[in-house]
């Protein structure tokens, strides 16, 4: 679907035009998707994303789609693209989606380049642990970078525990084997080619990131909790200082999400993001635990 059906479909729903009251600090979160004029189960027929991915954003389809209307024509950057659930929603036609974890990036770029499925796919303990030790092989050896790669990496993440993407310090991939009953794998990710066909991905730090003085941000970080490998490294409180700072500079529009922690909105308030809270569906732990979260929404030059 292209993105101006996405856009109509955005506007007709009920609450589009409203935005959510500015709340003080500490005030509880939004009970359900209608108070903040979001919907609670977004039916956008947009591509799914090819990943199960913790913190995907599909749910806020709804809110994005009502900045990005109007700015549309400009270049759509995402420095933590994750599971890319905004920009498949939002389907914009130039975009540069950079991410820290370099085997997220080496599965896009094999997608771009018509990545097929061979390795076997089951349901199965052995098997995965069996795709795991392979997996973490090539990444020991330092041969992660194609295709065998992207389709164990495709594998992991269907098969593994809640979805997570976790290494260890050693930079190798430790989420165990999942409880799921059945899983229907891909066969072809022959529909994201055209897709991708303009999108640049990239694996760098934020600074790296070459930007346009009209880009159009959107920023997920990596939320300001405990659970931070979500790559080798982690992501720290300096982590998220310096991407609010890097954020704060750029000219262009900006919207950032994150766990409405004290701490976050006070470094975008203090930058001068305006500052929106909306609650946020069902989130898993560092221990696989599933609960609500409070989030905050700082938007910039819009």
């Not at 974890?101 to 018509?114: D, S, W």
């Not at 069996?130 to 973490?136: E, G, I, L, M």
């Not at 430790?174 to 229907?184: L, Q």
């Not at 732990?285 to 929404?297: I, P, Q």
Request: glycine residues 8%; aromatic residues 12%.
């Amino acid at each position: 679907m292209k993105a101006k059906t996405i856009l109509e479909r955005a506007r007709q729903r009920p609450g589009h035009q409203q935005r959510l009251n500015k709340e003080p600090e500490g005030a509880p979160a939004r009970a359900n998707a209608q108070t903040s004029g979001l919907s609670a189960t977004p039916d956008f027929d947009s591509l799914k994303p090819p990943l199960k991915w913790a913190g995907g954003k599909r749910w806020l389809l709804p809110q994005l789609a009502g900045f990005w209307e109007s700015r549309s024509h400009r270049r759509y950057v995402d420095p933590f693209c994750g599971g890319l659930a905004a920009p498949l929603g939002l389907r914009p036609k130039r975009a540069v989606l950079n991410d820290i974890n370099p085997h997220l990036i080496n599965f896009y770029t094999q997608l771009q380049r018509g990545l097929e499925l061979t390795i076997e796919m089951k349901n199965e303990e052995k098997s995965f642990y069996r795709h795991r030790s392979r997996f973490n092989q090539l990444i020991r050896e330092g041969v992660w970078r194609g295709c065998e790669a992207a389709q164990l990496f495709y594998y992991l993440n269907r098969t593994g525990f809640n979805g997570l993407c976790r290494f260890n310090q050693s930079g190798e991939f430790n989420v165990p084997f999942g409880t799921h009953r059945s899983i229907t794998y891909a066969t072809s990710f022959s529909q994201f080619r055209s897709i991708f066909e303009n999108w640049i991905f990239t694996n760098s730090d934020i600074t790296a990131i070459k930007l346009e003085d009209d880009d159009f941000i959107y920023a997920d970080p990596p939320y300001d909790v405990e659970f931070t490998t979500y790559s080798a490294g982690g992501f720290s409180w300096d982590d998220q200082v310096r991407t609010a700072k890097w954020l704060g500079a750029h000219p262009g529009p900006v919207v950032l999400s994150n766990q409405a922690t004290s701490r976050v909105i006070e470094l975008y308030e203090n930058l001068g993001f305006k500052i929106e809270y909306l609650a946020g569906p069902r989130r898993i732990s560092c221990a696989g635990h599933r609960s609500t979260a409070r989030e905050v929404l700082a938007t910039k030059g819009l």
